[in-house]
């Protein structure tokens, strides 16, 4: 498509790559045994993209014309497998709705400009034609801010930044680079590697997210805790409103006030379309490593995570699964052969003998950067506090495989749903005080929603970033929905996702982290931010945006917003 | 005044506080050199206060009535002193105008609410009433803030803070502590540092500020490059509007969409009053050491800065002068006595015999904070890296006393004021690779002014806090305006002023590092945030204050938001 690639049009990532449980003898059971699911009952795969109905595009003749002069005609796409590809993230939801043909809405058009300018002649044309426009990274979005309003009797026309994906310039003497918005993460990383710079942002979403994408959702990724945030790594930027462009010149901080910076992360498009950042950039480490740990409880390995925040260890990745995370990061190993297994089984035997409950045994990850000097002291000050703890150094073996296979996990959904299993993510942040009771409540909250709905539900968690003062608890769950019929299971799924982000709200911590609030959020923004911080919002995108031109129904209920 | 103290209505600080050379010998002479002024010439004193005629207040009965039955009987003040202390933060302008008895508006009443329920009234009566509110702080800000507009035809009213100055709370698990908006610095830090915390928030002001005015004005602290700017340090807050209160819980981190806690940063009372904040907090450091450094050129203490800040080495404050700060500094120093002067002059005399120019020679100190072998190792990193540079170490005595001294400055300029002299301060921040040129650019363009002026100014500077990619420069500037008429030292004054501003803009950096945007840096507010950036702010402010009830013209020019 035009240079640009997109992922699966009803899943995650490329075609040709998905998740397989049959070199990992022990997960069968595992799922059997949590949700009662069968991996080796037939499964039923995605449909065939001519099975389904994709509605015609209702693109009028006059902003054909336009967007076709503002892009060129081989960048002007309305043919059905590309608008279905533009019509959804990658949330639980969208797959479902995808799987089952349900297309209420669908962008009635693609383009893919090749330049700001191009960009800047589309928002024009869009909104002069009071379309509706939404601006498409890498597709990888999983909170629902890439899909049309099913009622929208307005044109949506999707904007592609794919073929806006070049590093412009290093500043090497200020750590910065000036990048275009539609870069996906491999590209980025490629192209700053080879001047031995690197961004340091590693989303789970890495393959198949934008720098834009990052910017508009207010992203974290796996290293986050040294790179900081994309809101800390974004200082400068361009955004193209119509008729006009807000440029921001890169600025390590200012006190200019209210900060249009921070307004534009995490936009999702409803103030305008990034075309480029100014981001922080640093050299490539000497040494990187990450060490697997073993604690014996879930309270052991967030205590020590909590302590190394405090200490003067700063490792770049903080990582501590509860035990039934760890359960099922063994249950995926592949089958150990020769002597590494044996050791396994060796230390585990030691650890029983040592009292552990091996049910209760949490996995963790630190990853640790720089000179050797200071690798060796991080590690030193780290191994210090595990101890403390309890817990016990697995060694770098199973820290280098979680690197290399941590991109690989958005596949299990799919996989899960050819079974007839629903999966899904939502993480949150709160203090370190809070972060019990936040866990326990989101546990109880999944649990009893399972229970509601006579299912047999799974619930696990690790904690993925650590800041002063408090952290990312990040939670997956999966469950049968029990039922054929898909608006059944959809309206299951939003059972326990809507009990675990009512539990976060409840017990002090945020709606998201760092997938964004999109519209499947949007809900709990009020309880998040408080409902006059939410009248603020609101004021920010009316006055920006009076015609709700700019992915509408994002970030705040339309009913909210009027 | 109701128990809140307040600073000198002419000046800085408090009553008996002041600023005196005849125990600094060397000042008289660098003076006389520098600007031509004669410190030992008479001066002219401030006035007495009853020589200045105060505008009447216009509060009408009605309004009064609801204020009183709001605040309480004592907590609502018309006298002229209190609405005078009132009327101007301390920029060379304020105290220019003070001291002429320039008061071409007055805030009618000053109320001092004791709790967020008083505050709510008073919000509520001001709206309903259609007058202006003022929030006040410390009163030390110097852009603007809070003076009414001279047309402003409507009732305004201050709202004073004082009272509220408690640590409310100390989340000791989470390093957060929830304290009151009107607390003074001191209070603040003594209240935590009885319970073992610091929040390490050090600006100049520090004495005479509050933390609702660090928050509204996105302030810094010497020690920001360990603590946070006052963005980092907020991480929830209160903020009453009309009608309402927006609360933002603590979070370490959230993806909830455009940033509101951003937006109320750096919002300078145009959003509504700050109430508390959720601030993070730190264990008191089991060591502290402030070492000062002697480079032998500017670019070389610049680029150490820049090395120490891409070191592993992360110290507290990192500071170095030019040499004309340097000059300055030194000229300010009490008459060494006995073994120590003589230890300095033995120095310098060496440095001469290894090719010093002394007269370009930079003052330099860096801080250092934490355990034994914490602070041990970044001195080592540090060392190394000065000594590279070919800066020497000059020890902890200046260190000590720079720490011990660092609040006293702001007097100086009404000193200056005394005998004839203005003097004021402008901040900015810049990428590492622009840093030479913002540098250049702003001496330049302030001896450009002088010269058009034909006067004899002087221009110092020092780096006063580092990020990963820029730095911060602080440069001071004085003159004698050759004029006694006020009007025509005030156009003087702005010749200067708006010199140094437009340079910052010209060179890639931003109107204001840490002084907020207020009046007088409103007209680059464009040039900085663009014109696009400006409209998105302005969109903000309109929608959430239609009436322009809450400090209006603050931020934004009020030409440019009609």
């Not at 309890?390 to 280098?400: D, E, F, R, S, V």
């Not at 958005?410 to 007839?420: K, Q, S, T, W």
């Amino acid at each position: 498509m035009n240079g640009v690639t997109h992922q699966k049009w009803w899943g995650w990532g490329v075609e040709g790559v998905a998740f397989h449980h049959e070199d990992k003898p022990k997960l069968a059971p595992f799922v059997l045994d949590k949700v009662g699911i069968d991996l080796h009952a037939p499964g039923t795969p995605p449909p065939a993209f001519d099975d389904i109905a994709v509605p015609a595009t209702r693109l009028g003749d006059e902003l054909a014309t336009t967007l076709r002069r503002a892009v060129g005609e081989d960048y002007l796409v309305t043919d059905d497998l590309d608008r279905v590809v533009h019509t959804y993230g990658k949330g639980l939801a969208d797959l479902v709705k995808i799987r089952a043909g349900h297309l209420p809405r669908v962008p009635d058009v693609v383009v893919y400009p090749g330049d700001e300018d191009e960009v800047r002649a589309v928002v024009d044309a869009v909104v002069a034609a009071d379309a509706v426009l939404i601006p498409f990274g890498g597709g990888s979005n999983i909170s629902g801010s890439l899909t049309p309003p099913a009622d929208e009797e307005r044109v949506v026309v999707s904007l592609d930044l794919g073929r806006m994906n070049r590093v412009l310039e290093v500043d090497e003497a200020a750590g910065l680079a000036r990048v275009q918005a539609g870069v996906l993460g491999p590209d980025l990383e490629d192209q700053l590697g080879a001047r031995g710079w690197t961004m340091g942002h590693q989303p789970d979403s890495f393959r198949h997210s934008t720098l834009g994408g990052w910017i508009a959702t207010r992203s974290s990724g796996m290293q986050s805790d040294k790179y900081g945030d994309i809101a800390d790594i974004t200082r400068g930027l361009r955004m193209v409103q119509p008729g006009k462009v807000v440029v921001l010149r890169p600025l390590p901080s200012t006190s200019s006030g209210p900060s249009v910076r921070e307004m534009i992360l995490g936009s999702e498009g409803r103030l305008g379309v990034i075309t480029e950042a100014w981001v922080n950039v640093h050299r490539l480490p000497e040494n990187r490593e990450i060490i697997a740990y073993l604690f014996p409880t879930w309270a052991a390995g967030l205590a020590a995570m909590a302590e190394i925040a405090a200490s003067d260890a700063a490792p770049s990745v903080t990582r501590v699964s509860d035990a039934n995370e760890t359960q099922f990061s063994l249950a995926t190993q592949k089958k150990s052969r020769g002597i590494k297994g044996k050791v396994s089984k060796a230390l585990f035997a030691v650890l029983e003998r040592r009292g552990w409950d091996l049910e209760q045994a949490c996995l963790s990850y630190i990853g640790y950067e720089g000179g050797k000097e200071r690798v060796a002291r991080e590690k030193a000050i780290v191994g210090k506090i595990v101890k403390a703890h309890g817990g016990i150094k697995l060694g770098t073996g199973p820290g280098a495989l979680y690197d290399q296979k941590k991109f690989d996990t958005p596949y299990i959904r799919d996989f899960l749903l050819d079974v007839g299993g629903l999966a899904d993510v939502s993480e949150t942040a709160m203090p370190w005080s809070r972060l019990m009771d936040v866990y326990s409540g989101t546990v109880r909250a999944a649990r009893e929603a399972f229970d509601r709905l006579g299912v047999k539900g799974f619930i696990m968690c690790h904690l993925s970033h650590s800041y002063h003062s408090g952290a990312c608890l990040y939670f997956t769950f999966a469950f049968p929905p029990g039922t054929d019929d898909v608006e059944e299971q959809l309206a299951r799924y939003w059972e326990v996702k809507s009990a675990v982000q009512q539990s976060f709200v409840d017990t002090g911590a945020t709606i998201s982290h760092h997938h964004g609030v999109g519209t499947d959020h949007a809900h709990w923004l009020e309880e998040d931010i408080s409902e006059a911080g939410t009248d603020v919002m609101v004021a920010l995108l009316r006055g920006v945006d009076p015609g709700r031109n700019l992915n509408p129904g994002t970030l705040i209920p339309a009913q909210r917003e009027w």
